[in-house]
């Protein structure tokens, strides 16, 4: 699975140096995924399954201003049994990569309370 | 002036009710000025100037949740020598309003460090 | 009743104009508020019961910066049969006042997925 | 070097599913970081420098809720002429650990608007 969407930056994005702060880009991230995962897998999260981030990475190449176009590419990338794997490419959409991104997520099961396996049907959209 | 803007809700601005966080709204509000203002007044900004909230009031009629659609009006009112009102409805664009806001405004002279005259330029096009 | 908190500032409530953000007064508040129920009325909110915003408002007198002190004073007033007020004043504790600010509240069943008339024991301890 | 500090939750912190959202978990490094910062490198940052992370990571192990304490333990490692490594804990003071993160900063001249190499005197003082 490889998808792709834009970000709207916000002032409140900013810090006090005048960027977009550290850990705002991870709210980014998540903000791209749950866009993606509403697209796709709204079948699969009715059920009460939620993703959650059980390790983030980010390597923070170039600043990203207020007025800059953010665009976010997510792929996904070795789906296990338990866990998969998204890398995330922050750029602005005409080849100037801002920062590039890894989560590592597992399924939880609500009603259940405990993490559980990838749904086959997800598995399968995740590698394709 | 009245100006019109949708705003795209992220999974972080819920809180753990569910829904938008009561704080975020101001968040919102923001978001819409900064982005009518870079577009109206990027000249004046360009001077140093910047637009101070000195007070703020919100409404909260109904809840937005992750999926609702955002629209933002801005209108401004009465702009005085020294000051002016920006009001806010925010609605989902069909009729429903989650909230009605208010925001008094000054500006501020980087420059110079202090609230200065509402430059008459932007006067006229905050009447208009 | 009238208690008193002190908030911590974190660099990230800073904007970009290097002061704390208008929009987190309403997080502050909200830190306070929380933080005085959790004490006062947890025997209440495990029933389920939620605090609901309903207005908000607030003046900013002072621009905070990050190695200010920030104390807040929450003051109830006239709680009614179904909502009630609570006064906020954001002091540095010598006398400065930052903001004065104000939020009409309502008590909501989670339940029974309405808003109910304030329970009798939280209306007699805002009286006090 | 090795410091520790408390960080108070706030609601704010919480995601809609009831706990710290991940992405807040480095406004909590930040919070640490810039806390201890101020007070071993005061004079360092008057001069202009300021810290920035190039890398940041975080493997979470233990969901944070609104009531629970947070410790964070900052230590440094190795650092290097242009850059150095932060290692951190986030615990609850007695033995539980919710998470372990690392952020790699360099030393960034505001007034030349470049890198620069870590100042001997913090280099020092982040080897002991």
New interface residues.
Partial sequence: MKVSTE??I???D?????HV????Y??F???AR?KLF?EDFAEIMATGL?F?????????LQPIG??DLLVIDVESQNPGRSSFILNYSLHNGEGKIYAEARTVMVCFDSSRGKTVRVPEQMRLALEG
Same sequence: chains 1, 2, 3, 4.
């Fill in positions: 970000i709207e916000r002032f409140a900013l810090d006090a140096y005048g702060n550290n850990a705002v991870f709210t991230l998540e903000t749950v509403r939620k959650l981030v059980v390790e983030a990475n980010c390597r923070y207020l007025n």
